[in-house]
């Protein structure tokens, strides 16, 4: 049972352009995760989605961000002209059906994202 | 909002002993879990061990375990038997009992260093 895959690993974008992260989650988990990891600093929540529906965006900035997690295919991270402050490593997680679940994420292995 | 701090930036033990590594928390609820994650160079985000708020009896897990003190919101976790594969930075999480308010909400972290 594959874990949760996060590609690319390593995104290097010039400032204005357009990043996108990708996350599939482990077979059988319907929940997915976003975080932001800037150096030195835990992780910060982002957004919680499930199958074509944004669950929690609190923790998303209002502009250039958005998330997606469609009925086929991976959940997409997506982040409009990047400017330097964006540099960081982006995680996803995913977990099963909150009923079913023990409350456990279990984490990709991460993108860094490098704006330059 | 809750709230996870971790005071210890850095940590150092001897291969073989024992360490302690501190987390303190502020919620309002009564009902939640903790959690510690590993994070290796790699940046893969391991689980290590998970509290469910309402048990009493500390988790543990092979050589991890827990000291749960829910009156004084604190989680520390205890590293028996240190080995050098231990070294990594050690992050404690909290998260509400799940519906929409289900995000990990991570403290700064901690850099476990093994000395052999």
């Known amino acids: 049972n594959a874990g949760v895959m996060q590609n690319p690993r390593h995104l290097v974008r010039r400032r204005g352009q357009e990043a996108r992260l990708r996350c599939s989650p482990m077979?059988?988990?319907?929940?997915v995760y976003w975080y932001r990891q800037l150096p030195e600093e835990g992780l910060k929540f982002m957004v919680y989605?499930?199958?074509?529906?944004?669950?929690?965006e609190s923790g998303m900035p209002k502009e250039r961000f958005s998330a997606e997690f469609p009925k086929e295919g991976p959940s997409i991270l997506r982040i409009q002209q990047v400017v330097r402050g964006d540099s960081a490593a982006y995680f996803c997680?995913?977990?099963?059906?909150?009923?079913?679940?023990?409350?456990?994420?279990?984490f990709g292995a991460g993108t860094r994202l490098s704006v330059l | 909002a809750q709230t996870v701090t971790q005071s210890q930036p850095e940590m150092s033990v001897q291969e073989a002993e024992t360490v302690t590594l501190s987390c303190t928390y502020d919620?309002?609820?009564?009902?939640?879990?903790l959690f510690w994650y590993k994070q290796p160079p790699s940046r893969q985000m391991i689980l290590v061990i998970r509290?469910?708020?309402?048990?009493?009896q500390n988790a543990t897990e092979n050589r991890f375990s827990v000291n749960f003190q829910k009156a004084a919101k604190s989680f520390s976790l205890k590293i028996s038997d240190s080995q050098l594969g231990d070294a990594a930075m050690y992050f404690c999480?909290?998260?509400?009992?799940?519906?929409?308010?289900?995000?990990?909400?991570f403290g700064k972290g901690i850099t476990l260093s093994v000395r052999p």
């Open positions: 997680a995913s977990s099963p059906r909150l009923v079913a679940a023990k409350n456990i994420q279990y």
């Open positions: 077979k059988g988990h319907s929940h």
């Open positions: 989605l499930q199958k074509e529906n944004i669950i929690d």
């Open positions: 919620t309002s609820e009564s009902d939640y879990y």
């Open positions: 509290q469910e708020a309402y048990k009493q």
């Open positions: 999480a909290y998260r509400s009992t799940g519906g929409a308010n289900s995000k990990l909400t």
